[in-house]
């Protein structure tokens, strides 16, 4: 990259090292809370947006739901299918469900599928997440997925398999908006018992539409405000002055060994002080104690 793009080259450490704006798909509203350095902007949900009608055939499977609303569930677009027995469970788990449900999945289909499962190769997913009917994401728990959920406010039920997508869903978790279940955990009956869980426990929800609310609450829009420090950058012919220059310290310094072994020179010369005055004060008195004898 640094060959194809950058005149003259470059070393991809100090490229990373003098970038001069960082913009970082997260917010507070998902993230902990951490000190960041004043050149990161904070961009997460960049890419949501409201929710455009579906097309007629998936509204019309959407709008047959009723009352019992619409699940859906995708686990990305790396994993095509799951293994045979798992999809089985999962399937027929679904066929009891009084929900129709939307489910992105390529490989075979199970012979469990009931009439209310919808299998499609690909869903516009933004769209039915912002769909009013939609009551559960069953998701893997990819960035752009957590953030979808988090800007339309539906709860997720996570099934994290690679990457950041644990960590992703247990940010989710620990603020009560997702219910993590291991791949490995699943079987017809952690299935269903997660499912209704994160389905008809209210909290659920309510904690996922506090975050979205949260998340929603911004001056600007993340894409307008990415769209500002990339011309702000532009503008000023770079921003030096918002990066940090820790980076050209020495790394003794930068670790601040050098001044962790400054104190401990510091401590040891004071128990070696101490310790040589106490002992030059019971040498002094066995000296007394011998010449009096």
Known sequence: MCDKYIEGGCNIVSLLQDADIWLFRSDFVFDFPRPTMPNIVYIGGFQC????????DLEE?????GEHGVIVM???SVVKALPKRMAEDIASVFAKLPQKVIWRHNGEHPSTLGNNTLIVDWMPQTDLLGHPQVKLFIAHGGTNGVQEAIYHGVPVLGIPLFFDQYDNLLRLQERGAAKILQLAEINGHTFESSVKEVLYKDSYRQNMQRLSR???DQPISPMEKAIFWVEYVMRHKGAGHL???AYKMPWYSYYSIDVLLFLMAVVAVLFLSVYAVI????CRRRNTKIKQN
Do not use: D, I, N
């Not at 947006?49 to 007629?56: C, D, H």
């Open 214 to 216: 949260l998340h929603r």
């Open 49 to 56: 947006k409201p929710a455009q009608p579906l097309p007629a």
């Open 279 to 282: 002992r030059l004060l019971c």
């Open 74 to 76: 995708s686990l990305g």
């Open 61 to 65: 499977f959407v709008q047959s739901a």
């Open 243 to 245: 990066r940090t220059e």
